[in-house]
């Protein structure tokens, strides 16, 4: 079964749904649900309903949410590879808007001591033909060591550099053969790496000829997916590897949804993408970002992050 290896972060989290966003000093009242997430975790949950053999790596306490951990992936038939840590599992408390907008905050805890060795080992026996998937929210030097492992097997290396709070050197990006930024985090990564300053709302207003070069200047070596939330998303190859596709760049624009919640949307679309390019490694790029698109899609119309993926095959 063609497999997606993900490394990255398990969260508890907590969440309330309000009329508005809350601003320094407000109470608000709102209704509370809590339920599994994390970048991670949310995104191996993603791959393996969309039909690919899925490994999550990560680090978790040793707590009722470690518990909720490992009973969710031997439900969905993950296999789980976590290390067992002192420190309390993650946490996250998020806050969605009536259009469905959030905002997070995370407690860390166990991912921060996400340890390289622990990577290298679930990660030993990384194929060719396995997609690694790694997000932020993480130690640096594991998600490094994560994309290492990837591309020495000749796998492919997908890094989503998500939260966009958390910067990263060149080093980090030279391991990465796809790169799927939002509109936020690429503004970031625009601002950091290439030296110039863009707006994160004005991104998916740019012509193309702009973003492919933003995106040629951030991964010359690489494939870079802009998500662009309602815009769709944008994708930008390197002239020596367009993966399939005739266009070196193009939009696909957004699949319709009644969206309730957008939390883990962007797992969602990571998931699915990185499922999709392990099991139909034939296709040209552009049918797995639409797949990518569409899942994406699906998963906004239920409240949550990962018990909102929906199973939907690529
Ligand atoms: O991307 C959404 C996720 O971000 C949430 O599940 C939360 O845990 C944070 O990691």
Known sequence: MARVLVV????????????TLPV????????YATGPGGKGFNQAIAARRAGAGTRFVCALGKDVGAQLARTLCSDDGIDLRAAAVA??????????DAQGRNCIVIGAGANATLAPGHVADALG???????VL??????????????????????????????????????????????????????????RHVGKRIEAD??????????HALC????????????????GCFVSHAESMQRGDSAICYRVPAEPAQAIDTTGAGDAFNGALAASLAQRPGSAFIEHVRFA???AARSTEQAGAALAMPRLVA
């Open 8 to 19: 990255g972060s398990f969260n508890v989290d907590h969440a309330w749904r309000v009329a």
């Open 24 to 31: 320094a000093g407000a109470t608000l009242s709102g209704s």
């Open 87 to 96: 420190d309390p599992t993650g946490t996250a408390g998020i806050y969605v």
């Open 125 to 131: 026996d990384v194929a060719a033909a396995d997609v």
């Open 134 to 191: 790694a997000q932020l929210e993480s130690p640096l030097d594991a998600v490094a060591q994560a994309l290492d492992a990837g591309r020495a097997a000749g796998a492919i290396a997908m890094l989503n550099p998500a939260p966009a709070n958390v910067a990263i050197d060149e080093t980090m990006l030279v391991r990465a053969d796809i790169l799927t930024p939002n509109e936020t985090e690429f503004a970031a990564l625009v601002g």
């Open 202 to 211: 004005a991104v998916a207003s740019l012509d193309q000829p702009r973003l």
């Open 216 to 231: 040629r200047e951030l991964l010359p070596h690489g494939s870079v997916i802009v998500t662009l939330g309602a815009s």
């Open 293 to 295: 698109s569409r899942y």
